[in-house]
């Protein structure tokens, strides 16, 4: 261990000796920093769009011709698993060259880490995960979060929907904390509005057939079956939906909002509603440009729902690092009083939780595209929601 | 195998020769955990790389040369010389790293899956009862851990009760793994694994999904998240919980090799290999299953309490299946039966993974293929389990 | 209750029964000849799916097909996959592992299975996602009361039950079957008799696991979507139906699967609201059968396999 550290200590002093120390604006000095997120597995599809983005994020800010330091991301895959999520923030926060991070999608492993990184003083941006206790759980000034909670986005749907006139909805969940959570706060924020939940079905989130289920929910004839889960799970019920001919009208949370989602159901997906918060790329000012950039870039993945995320929380952890230097107490500092960030996902203001503060938008399939609400067909009027049309 | 068969006809005699014979055996292990250190604690991918191929022409010099299977019978011959240096070799590796945090957990990682490991050995190993739920049981330990450990009774009787919880739930798959065998068995453990995994998380009485916070361990007062130096020196939290660990694997490690080399151990031999012959000689089947059974599943829970404290929370997804397969990977690649083969493959299954970070989307799919290739070209594990040998006794008699 | 939706239950419990049971005949013509679990067998189901979702999907993209040729050519490569991907493992992974201990073919298997998963995550496109299955075949609906099935969902229950009784008649009628069931019952006396012990196996696994693609296929035609994950559950749960049935025997596994698939069925019926039980009821009454039927309820004729 000392052999290896003053071993390449020594390889420093020969190389810096060697070499023509040049202006100090060519010797840049490097500066890492983590990703964390699933990379394998059955969230990986989302991980690696996270990974991606921020390792753009990444590129573009070293190409800056006045950038201060070359940053360096390295990528952890937690596996979403706890136990693995454990192992790697660990290595990744008792690693000093490591400065932030920016780190996880999967709820169950974002609140299981919050106390290595906080016992270690790594400051982290969440760039995807939704659980409300992972910032208002604690008090930890190392934990940030640049996307929204799921209590933001039950509080939207119980809102939107019911105000669209639905009366009676069916819940189905999985069993995850993810699945439970969003099924906590919509049906804590439905109640106040007026909507009544006839049935609630919490399903393992590998569950394959669900035709047993939405039998049931033929019997209850809701207005709007809602979805508390991720993609998968929302493909497998729209498509079940249609095939025991159920022409109740689908919503969900953020989770069901990707292209695979799209892709997944395809016909059939054409006016769900969901419920995110961010706004779509093409209302960002940059959204463009990022897109641009993403397919120049030539990654085998879309960035997903959480892409633009993990690239924002990369540009806010660089140019903190910009600001103070590689340091992680002055880094954490400088997060805690971010307001008024412009980041390509909006204005991000951290709460006195390090929460940023959102709002959740609507969004519904259209034509093959998630549309913000308010710019599509159906808020205009021409097309009508699939629950409606169904003489509801 | 070819190194086993070497051993008896080893000359003993010679004093002198047997305190050199003890000098290179305690060499060779000790070359063998710097390594194992080593590997541990380096980040560097060219390393890790050129300490992995290291290993592979030093197992394949141990079995291909003359000299190399000399010295591999040597180890066979003197266990205590072995235990011994890597006691020391351990605490020695502990004490170099003692402020090196990530690589203390994965050393306690290592420590308790390994002593998981212990436990099956005792079930599939020598009673032949096979166990698809280790992680199930090894959650379980956790979860009395989590209930437990703020309720104020010391933490060394939590491990303890821990224990028990576990071989109690045991108990309830006992009658139909004793009244089945092979595959049927093999079901009823899963079934049990994926039952578990299941209730805990749509169960809202432990946690649910999210699972529950789990008190540090303390011993006598002392809380090991608590440590941050011991004497003069900095150290890391995690250290205590490497030596802990390091501590139940040597206990378990001692509780199976006295029972392999007693009268139970025979008899759980004779059990798997031919239980009519076996119960001609009047050995109660059912009886030794039973115990082999809920010992092992007592040690499995005992090492997922301590796991439990060190990672500080439990949930759901701890018992899952793929979990209970890693845990037979481990036992399985090692070799059935040899406790120091299951070290060796504790680290191959949840180090090397962890070091082949860098090829981050692929490495399931390069850790899988790794594991096939060492099924498929050495069936029975890195290390085969010493196969019983009564010729001294023949000798003597 | 409505005799409508009575009836709907008992159409998704015959659909799902009926996949269980083609997935879990398939582990138990492996066991038959060799005494070996082929635990990838889940994820074959699963390449079978992809390997019909991409050569319909690929063929599409260039040509528009009528939709029998479509579904034929889809056949055709999930059978081909299935089988190909099947002998693959049995002859690199099996058949030399033979003589090594149970868990050691299964863990290998296993690990098999993991390597097709990845392989189908990474290579295609998006693979982490999951996939909208081509509708193949003729849409439209039957519809009586509050009673409605697709007309596709019952070719699909048609093609699935005569598959079952196809290979039953290939175990019971045909050289190949004669061979399975020699080799089954004593590989060496059958080698005697001039069988060949391995192109026999292989002959099994390429049988077997061309069920396996073929209920790849079925399931995307039925719910539409795949994923690369979908063959991991459905592998546990043909290996339950298997070994709960019976593994020596091939009503056993069939009477498995329907029996798995009324039990999940049943328990959203009773107990609507807490269906998220199901999967705990179910396996607790797997440990339950199988305390009381140690060797399958259709017991093996012999309970002496060593």
Redesign the interface.
């Known amino acids: ?1 000392k052999m290896k550290k003053s071993l390449s200590a020594l390889a420093c002093a020969a190389l810096t000796a060697l070499t023509l120390q040049p202006s100090a604006g060519f010797a840049k000095d490097t500066v890492k920093i983590a990703f964390i997120g699933p ?7 989302t991980g ?1 769009g996270g ?1 991606n983005s921020a390792a753009l994020a990444v590129d573009l800010h070293n190409a800056k011709p006045d950038a201060k330091y070359t940053y360096e991301l390295v ?3 937690d596996e979403c ?3 693995v999520g ?3 923030a ?2 990744a ?3 000093k060259s490591i400065i932030a991070g920016i780190t996880h999608y999967c709820s ?1 492993v974002a ?2 880490t919050v ?1 290595t990184y906080n016992r ?1 003083g790594l400051p982290v941006v969440v760039w995807g995960a939704v659980l409300p206790e992972i910032t208002y759980g604690n008090d930890f000034k190392e934990i940030h979060r640049v996307n929204g909670t799921m209590i933001n986005e039950g509080k939207m749907a119980a809102e939107f929907l019911t105000k669209q006139g639905f009366k009676t909805f069916v819940v189905i969940h999985d ?3 993810y699945g ?1 959570g969003q099924n906590k706060y919509f049906a804590e924020n439905l109640k106040p509005q007026g909507g009544d939940i006839v ?6 989130p ?4 669900f ?3 939405l ?2 929910v ?2 209850l004839k809701p207005d709007v079956v809602f979805i508390g889960g991720l ?2 799970l929302g ?2 019920v729209r ?2 939906m ?4 159920i022409p109740a009208q689908l919503a969900g949370v953020s989770g069901i909002m ?3 989602f799209i ?4 016909q ?1 997906a054409e006016g769900t509603v969901s419920f995110h918060n961010g706004a779509p790329l093409t209302k960002y000012a940059d959204g463009k440009a990022f897109m641009d950039a993403y397919t120049k870039a030539g990654y ?3 960035p997903d729902a959480y892409g633009p995320f993990a690239f924002s929380a990369a540009n806010l952890v660089m140019d903190a690092i910009d600001k103070v230097g590689p340091d992680r107490k002055k880094v954490r500092d400088v997060l805690n009083t971010t307001k008024g960030y412009k980041a390509l996902v909006g204005e991000v203001n951290f709460d006195d939780h390090r929460q940023n503060i959102v709002s959740a938008n609507v969004y519904v399939a259209q034509d093959g595209k998630w549309v913000y609400w308010p710019d599509s067909a159906y808020a205009a009027g021409t097309k009508k929601l699939p629950g409606k049309t169904a003489g509801n | 195998m070819s190194m086993l068969q070497l051993a008896p006809t080893l000359d003993t005699a010679n004093g002198r020769s047997v305190g050199l014979q003890r000098v290179v055996v305690a060499l060779t292990v000790a070359v063998l955990f710097a390594g194992g250190g080593f590997l541990l604690h380096t980040e560097e991918q060219g390393q890790v790389i050129a300490l992995l191929a290291a290993f592979v022409a030093l197992f394949a010099l141990g079995e291909k040369l003359p000299a190399g299977r000399r010295v591999a019978a040597l180890c066979v011959a003197h266990p205590g010389t072995v235990n011994l240096t890597a006691a020391v070799m351990v605490l020695a590796i502990a004490a170099a790293l003692r402020e090196e945090h990530y690589t203390l957990l994965m050393m306690a990682t290592v420590a308790l899956f390994a002593t998981a490991a212990a436990g099956l050995t005792l079930q599939m190993a020598f009673a032949g009862v096979p166990n698809f739920a280790g992680a199930a049981f090894f959650a379980v330990g956790s979860y009395v851990a989590a209930v437990l450990g703020t309720s104020g009774i010391p933490h060394l009787l939590v491990l303890v009760i821990a224990g028990l919880a576990a071989a109690v739930l045991g108990l309830l798959l006992l009658l139909p793994v004793l009244r089945t065998r092979g595959h049927y068995a093999a079901l009823v453990t899963i079934a049990f694994g994926l039952l578990l995994r299941s209730f805990l998380e749509v169960n809202d009485v432990l946690g649910g999904p999210q699972g529950m916070k789990v008190p540090s361990f303390s011993l006598f007062g002392l809380s090991f998240s608590r440590v941050t130096e011991i004497g003069p020196y900095d150290v890391s939290f995690y250290l205590p919980y490497a030596l802990a660990g390091c501590f139940l694997f040597a206990l378990a490690f001692a509780v199976v090799r006295r029972l392999e080399f007693s009268f139970a151990g025979v008899a759980l031999d004779a059990v798997r290999s031919d239980e009519v012959s076996a119960s001609v000689f009047g050995l109660s089947i059912a009886r030794w299953k039973a115990t082999a059974f809920l010992m092992g599943n007592a040690l499995i829970g005992v090492a997922g309490a301590l796991y439990g404290m060190m990672n500080a929370f439990v949930n759901p997804n701890s018992a899952n299946f793929g979990d209970s397969l890693i845990m037979l990977s481990i036992l399985v690649l090692g070799g059935l039966g040899n406790l120091w083969g299951a070290v060796v493959a504790s680290v191959v299954i949840l180090v090397i993974p962890e070091k082949l970070q860098a090829i981050q989307e692929f490495r399931l799919v390069i850790f899988a293929l790794l594991v096939i290739a060492i099924l498929r070209f050495r069936p029975s594990g890195l290390m085969p389990r010493v196969t019983r040998d009564f010729s001294s006794f023949a000798k003597e008699g | 209750m409505d005799p409508g939706l009575l009836a709907q239950y008992v159409f998704n419990g015959l659909m799902l029964g009926t996949i269980y049971a083609i997935v879990a005949v398939g582990f138990s013509l492996f066991f038959g000849v060799l005494d070996v679990i082929k635990f990838s067998h889940g994820d074959v189901v699963t390449v079978g799916a992809f390997s019909a979702f991409g050569a319909a999907g690929l063929v599409a993209a260039a040509v528009t097909l009528p939709g029998p040729l479509a579904l034929a050519l889809g056949l055709l490569a999930a059978l081909g996959a299935g089988a190909a991907s099947g002998m693959l493992i049995g002859r690199v992974l099996v058949l030399p592992l033979k003589n090594a201990p149970a868990v050691n073919v299964l863990l290998a298997t296993l690990m098999a299975g993991t390597v097709l998963r990845e392989v189908i995550r990474l290579g295609v496109p998006n693979g982490g996602n999951p996939k909208p299955f081509p509708a193949l075949l003729p849409e439209g609906v039957l519809a009586a009361g509050s009673f409605s099935v697709g007309i596709d969902s019952v070719i699909i229950l048609v093609a699935g039950i005569a598959v079952v009784v196809a290979t039953h008649l290939v175990i019971t009628r045909t050289r190949l079957g004669l061979a399975i069931r020699a080799v089954a019952q004593d590989g060496e006396v059958a080698q005697l008799a001039g069988i060949s012990f391995s192109r026999t196996v292989l002959g099994t696994f390429a049988l077997g696991s061309m069920l396996a693609g073929l209920a790849g296929l079925m399931l995307g035609l039925y719910y539409r979507e795949i994923n690369f994950n979908m063959g991991v559950l459905l592998g546990i749960i043909g290996f339950a139906c298997a070994v709960v049935g019976g593994l020596g025997s091939l009503i056993g596994p069939i009477l498995g699967g329907f029996l798995f698939a009324g039990i999940q069925t049943g328990v959203t019926v009773v107990l609507p609201f807490t269906s998220a039980y199901k999967d705990v009821v179910a396996f607790a009454v797997i440990i339950l059968l199988i305390g009381l039927f140690p060797t399958g309820l259709i017991a093996e004729k012999s309970s002496e396999r060593v």
């Open positions: 261990m990379l394998t597995g059955g969230n990986s599809a690696l990974r990528p952890f895959d698993k706890p136990n454990v192992q790697v660990t290595k926060a008792s690693d169950a609140i299981a106390e270690f069993t995850t904390d439970k049935a609630t079905f919490a399903v393992s590998d569950q394959q057939d035709t047993a289920e039998t049931k033929k019997e993609t998968p493909v497998r498509s079940q249609d095939r025991l001919g990707s292209a695979g892709e997944g159901a395809g059939a085998r993945e879309d």
